[in-house]
Each structure stands twice: as structure tokens, then as C-alpha cells.
């Protein structure tokens, strides 16, 4: 069956520093893979998706990804945060658009 | 840009209430969704609906209907409201059912049921 997880359930990074949240999926064939934010109060915005091709995915906002095989792995990054940033943040698995399955969320704290 | 609109922000409501949770879409997508969202259990998928009439179980439907009348407008039915279903409520649609772009997804509506 298909899961996500995200192992850390809360991360706090202080602004300028580098970020990488970690994702982990089960899927038996090629998956496709989303990463999703959500600002306080707000709904879900796709931030980069990953289908096939080049293993490393730039998205908006300054992020990026990279899709590993291997390590069954889909982990976001960005080189330098800002404290507009802070929000939580889902990575998603699925086999086609119609049904896609959420991470937990990892929820990102800037400090100052 | 697409736009889904989520009718309410805010909603209180009492146990045993009838609840109708509204969702519009703009640009012809096909798919919509209904997730509900709780802290540390992720989105999970309330129902689904591809087509206009047609609806489809997700992973949690159990006191929930949905109702899609219309291309647009896809409605989750919470038929008698308890203090469980207290949760954030998000809408979502996606353009086909085979393309691959992702969901966009409407605001939100946080319910709660007292």
C-alpha cells in the first residue's frame, strides 16, 4: 500500500540558515511526488511535483527536491531561509493525480 | 488562476446537526476532494467525486455523504453532527483525471461541533 512519512514532526532552523525536510514514501512503481505548504489559516499550495526525467525538481519560493530511488526518499530543500517561510509543510505521494495520500506535515519555525 | 472556494471559514455547530460544507470551483476541473485535517494524522481522504453524479469512498467516509449536482460545486454532507468531526474541512480539485499537475486546494473550513 502506498504511505508517506515525515519523520520530524517539527523543525526550527534560524533565518539564512540552510533547510532539508525529509520524506519517505512506499509506492511499488515509479511514484509521483508533491510537496505542499500550508501557511496559518490557510490551504494547501503546491510547491514542486516530481513525475519523471531530472531527479532534481526546482519548485517556487526558492525550493527544490530531489527524488532518490534508492532510499525510497523525496526530501525538500532550500539553501537559505526567511521567516516568511514558517508554515507546515506536506509531502504527498500518488499514483495519478485522483488519488494522492498526505504526509503528517512537518511544521517549520524560523528563528530570528 | 484557479480558484476553490470553501464557503465558510468558520463554522459552529451543535450535535445531531445536519451540516452542508460548500465548495466551488472555477476553471472546468473534473476532480474534486474532501479531506479532513487533524493535527499529527495528515489530510486524510473523506470522498472524491470525478464527474458530475459520481462520488467514490476515500479512506474515512463513515458519517459523511457528498453530493455533486453540478460540474462546479461539490458538497460534503455531515448527515448528524458529532464532536468528533470537529476538524478542519479542505476542499480540493484537480484539472483530469490523468493529468499529473497536483490539487488546488480552497482555504478551508474549521468546524466545530459542540
Known amino acids: 500500500a502506498q504511505s508517506v512519512t515525515q519523520p520530524d514532526i517539527h523543525i526550527t532552523v534560524s533565518e539564512g540558515a540552510s533547510l532539508e525536510l525529509r520524506c519517505n514514501y512506499s509506492y511499488g512503481a515509479t511514484p509521483y511526488l508533491f510537496w505542499y505548504v500550508q501557511s496559518p489559516g490557510q490551504g494547501l499550495q503546491l510547491l514542486l511535483k516530481y513525475f519523471s526525467g531530472d531527479t532534481l525538481v526546482q519548485g517556487i519560493k526558492g525550493f527544490e527536491a530531489e527524488f532518490k530511488r534508492s532510499q525510497s526518499s523525496f526530501n525538500l530543500r532550500k539553501p537559505s531561509v526567511h521567516w516568511s517561510d514558517a508554515a507546515e509543510y506536506f509531502c504527498a505521494v500518488g499514483s495519478s493525480a485522483s488519488k494522492i495520500i498526505f504526509g503528517s506535515g512537518t511544521r517549520l519555525s524560523i528563528r530570528p | 488562476d484557479v480558484k476553490v472556494t470553501q464557503s465558510s471559514r468558520y463554522l459552529v455547530k451543535r450535535t445531531g446537526e445536519k451540516v452542508f460544507l460548500e465548495c466551488v470551483q472555477d476553471?472546468?476541473?473534473?476532480?474534486m476532494f474532501w479531506y479532513r485535517q487533524d493535527p499529527g494524522l495528515g489530510l486524510r481522504l473523506i470522498y472524491f467525486?470525478?464527474?458530475?453524479?459520481?462520488?467514490e469512498k476515500g479512506d474515512i467516509p463513515e458519517g459523511y455523504s457528498v453530493s455533486r449536482e453540478k460540474k462546479e460545486r461539490f458538497s460534503l454532507i455531515l448527515e448528524s453532527a458529532s464532536t468528533n468531526q470537529t476538524s478542519m474541512y479542505l476542499c480540493?480539485?484537480?484539472?483530469?483525471?490523468?493529468?499529473?499537475?497536483?490539487?488546488?486546494f480552497g482555504s478551508g473550513t474549521r468546524l466545530t461541533v459542540v
Open positions: 467525486s470525478y464527474d458530475v453524479k459520481m462520488k
Open positions: 476553471m472546468d476541473h473534473e476532480n
Open positions: 480540493a480539485s484537480s484539472y483530469r483525471r490523468e493529468d499529473y499537475y497536483g490539487y488546488t
